[in-house]
C-alpha cells in the first residue's frame, strides 16, 4: 500500500503496548448498520491524505497547533 521495501522486525522480549481488541459489530449489523468504506480502501485514503497534508501537518505540530476531527473534515483550532 505504502511501497516499503524494508524489513519489519518485532521484538518480542517487549511488551506489544495496547493488547488487541476485537469488535463484534453483529448489533450494529442487527440495527442496520454496514460499514460504508472497506478497510483497506480507508487506509489507502487516510495514507494518501496524510501524504497530501504532511507538509501542513508539520507545520501546526511546530506551531504546537492540534487538530480537530469533525467526521471526515478537520479543523484546525489554537491550543490554550
Not at 478497510?39 to 501537518?57: D, K
Request: proline residues 2%.
Amino acid at each position: 500500500m505504502v511501497g516499503y521495501q524494508g524489513e519489519i522486525v518485532f521484538d518480542t522480549s517487549k511488551p506489544d503496548g495496547t493488547p488487541r481488541k476485537l469488535m463484534d459489530v453483529s448489533r450494529l449489523a442487527d440495527l442496520g448498520w454496514k460499514a460504508s468504506i472497506e478497510l483497506e480502501a480507508g487506509l489507502a485514503a487516510t495514507y494518501q491524505w496524510f501524504l497530501e497534508n504532511q507538509v501542513e501537518l508539520s507545520r501546526l505540530k511546530a506551531e504546537g497547533t492540534r487538530l480537530k476531527d469533525e467526521g471526515s473534515r478537520s479543523k484546525v483550532e489554537g491550543t490554550k
